[in-house]
């Protein structure tokens, strides 16, 4: 059984694929990695490309593989969507400095020119309720208390367990967390797929 571990980056974090290449160094610690790109910016294409990584999941999944999903950033909130769009089949979930609550406070400049994250960020908002507690214990939440970006309530779901990181900004918070970090994330994932 393969553990499959499928990132999603946010808001222009993956130019020139830079993530994705940190992202496959993760082989080294016995997960399968992967990443999934959400277009949140342009044509909104959220729901298109949220069955895409369904089908995607749901194909890993019929092969008798785990799967686990990390999100930097808006990428957040898309994992925690597909983490409930499939109810226990998902074996974690990690996020690095998520945007997930007060979707009405995200800027008019960055709605108008990334219309994937304000809807998924609203859909977000509704099915939050629908998270229940026995649900939480699969997440990890890594938080920098420095972000500057994202605020620390905008990030913090009550249940989820927190991870903080040392205090950077926050593309520095999600670079760390992708290298030197990686191997606090992809243990803190093993150790939920192995209890789940």
Known sequence: MKHHVIYIPGIGDDIGKVQSRLV??????GVQPHTYVIPWAGENKYYESKRALKKRIEKLISQGDK????????GGCGVINAYLELPGKISGVAMICPKLINANNIGDSIV????AFKQA?????VRLNDLAEPAKRNLVSFISPRDGLVSYRDSSVSGVKEVKLPALRHNFAILYTLT???RRL???LKQIADTA
């Open 24 to 29: 496959k160094l993760w082989q080294f610690q």
């Open 67 to 74: 799967v686990s999903l990390v999100g930097a950033s808006a």
């Open 112 to 115: 108008a020119k990334n219309p």
């Open 121 to 125: 960020m609203d859909e977000l908002q």
């Open 180 to 182: 030197i970090g990686s």
């Open 186 to 188: 992809i243990t803190e």
